[in-house]
């Protein structure tokens, strides 16, 4: 599955961002989908995930309540609602997909495919 994300961009603190993220070539529903994200110098970093049917969604502690995963699988598309968001959100976010059953802890450790990044400023 090729995987590309946009929608990245220079916001305020405070302020609010969607990502997007278009899948092709295998069938969409039957991964599971992820975002991550990485800031120069550190590892990548999970943020979250949503079950093939949209039942199910898991956050890294940092984001739950300000970021909001969802998908369409008619349309392809994972996105990142992101809201409040902070100086420290600041990273290369990377969309991802996972072949496999449903298993959120595992997530931390990354999943089969990605995608090109979209950058994500937040100034203080």
């Known amino acids: 599955v090729q995987l590309q994300a946009s929608g990245g961009g220079l916001v305020q603190a405070g302020g609010f961002l969607r990502l997007s993220c278009a899948a092709s070539?295998?069938?969409?529903?039957?991964?599971?989908m992820g975002w991550f994200r990485q800031v120069p110098g550190k590892e990548r970093e999970f943020v979250a995930a949503i079950s093939w049917r949209v039942r199910d969604t898991f956050y890294t502690d940092s984001v739950r309540g300000r970021f909001t995963i969802s998908r369409d699988n008619a349309k392809n598309t994972v996105y990142l609602q992101m809201s409040s968001l902070k100086p420290e959100d600041t990273a290369v976010y990377y969309c991802?997909?996972?072949?496999?059953?449903?298993?959120?802890?595992?997530?931390?450790?990354?999943?089969?495919?990605w995608g090109k990044g979209t950058l994500v400023t937040v100034s203080s």
């Open positions: 070539g295998r069938t969409f529903s039957n991964y599971v």
């Open positions: 991802a997909a996972d072949s496999g059953s449903w298993r959120p802890n595992q997530y931390y450790y990354g999943m089969h495919y």
